[in-house]
C-alpha cells in the first residue's frame, strides 16, 4: 500500500520524490568494500518498493574513495525497466566521461559553499570548481545526459562554521548561468535548522527563481526531519535521504548518516504527502541493509514498526507492584 495515511497537513505539497541517495553517500565512508552484487540488489530492491530516483553511485577518484572504484559496474547492474532515474556525483572531466560511459541518467557536479570543505573534498578552490564543470557540461551535452548540481556544507561548515546564505546564492546563480537548475543543498554535517532551512530556501526562491530545490540532511544532530518540515511548509518537493540513515562523508569531521528514507516516507505518510513509495516493503530493504552491513543502522521505524502495529497484551509483563 502506498497511499498516505494519515491527513494532509495544510501547506504541504501533495506529492514528492524521495532521492535515494544510501548506496553513494550512505555507503562511501564504509570502510568494508560491499560486494558489487549486494549494492546491485539493494537498488534493485529500493526500486522495488516505489523509489524512482536515486543517486547510485560516484564517479571520483577510486583511491579518494574506494567504496565507489565499481561504479559502472553497479550501474550496469540495476534495473532499469521501472523508469527510476539513475544518477551519480561526477567532481571533474574524467568522472564525466566515465559517467557518460557507464550511461547514468543524469551527472550530480558538486561543490562546497565553504571554501575549506571544498579544499578537502575534492582538492581545489571554488573557483576551480566552477571553471571545471564548464567541461563537464560539454561532455554531458555530447552524451545528451542532463546535469545536476549540488552545494555542500550549505547549512554550515565543519571548519568554518556559519556559512554565509550569499555563498549558497553565488554558487546557485554560477550553476544557472551554465544551465544548471536541478539544485540539491546539502547539509553535510548536520548543521541545518529548521530556521536556516526556511531562510535558505526563501532566499534561493527569490534570487534563483527558476531554480528546482531538493534538500539534503544529515540528522547527525536529530533535527534532521524537523528539517524535512521546514521544507515542506517552503512547498519544497525533493529530498534526498538513505536507507536505514546509513552515511557520512569521509572528508568532514563528526559527519554522521543522512536522514533515513523509511523514516522520511513514515513521516510523509502521516503527513498526507505522496511520494509512491510502500512503507513495508521499504522496512524490508532497510533490514536487509542492515544484514549486508553487518551493524544495527540508526532507523527507527525499522525497529519500532509503523505507528498503528498493535502486539498482544501477553507480550511484555504487568507492572505489579
Ligand atoms: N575517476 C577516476 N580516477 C580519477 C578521477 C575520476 N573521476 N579523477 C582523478 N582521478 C585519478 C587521476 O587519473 C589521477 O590518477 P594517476 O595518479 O594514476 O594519474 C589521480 O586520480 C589524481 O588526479 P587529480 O586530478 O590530481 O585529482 P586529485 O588528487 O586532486 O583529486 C578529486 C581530486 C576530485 C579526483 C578527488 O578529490 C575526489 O575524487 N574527490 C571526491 C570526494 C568525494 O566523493 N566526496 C564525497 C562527496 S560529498
Ligand atoms: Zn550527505
Redesign the pocket.
Known sequence: MTAPTGHHVKGFPQTVSVIEVGPR?GL?SEPEFMPTDKKIALVNCQIEAGIRHLEVT????????PQ?RDAAEVLAGIDRTKGAVLTA????A??AE?AAEAGVDAMVV?MSASESHNLK????TRTQSLEGFAEIVRIAGDADIPVFGAI?TAFGCPFEGDVPINSVVDIARAYRDMGITMLSL?D?TGMATPPLVQERCQALGQTVPEADIALHFHNTRGVGLACVYAGLLEGITRYEASIGGLGG???APKATGNICTEDLVYMLDECGVESGIDLRKLVDVSRQAETAIGRILPGQVMKAGPRLQTYGMDSVATANG
Open positions: 553517500d562511501q560516484s564517479f571520483v577518484s577510486p583511491r579518494a574513495v565507489m556525483l561526477v567532481p571533474n574524467k568522472g566515465r558538486f573534498n575534492v582538492n581545489r555542500a546539502g553535510t562523508c569521509p572528508f
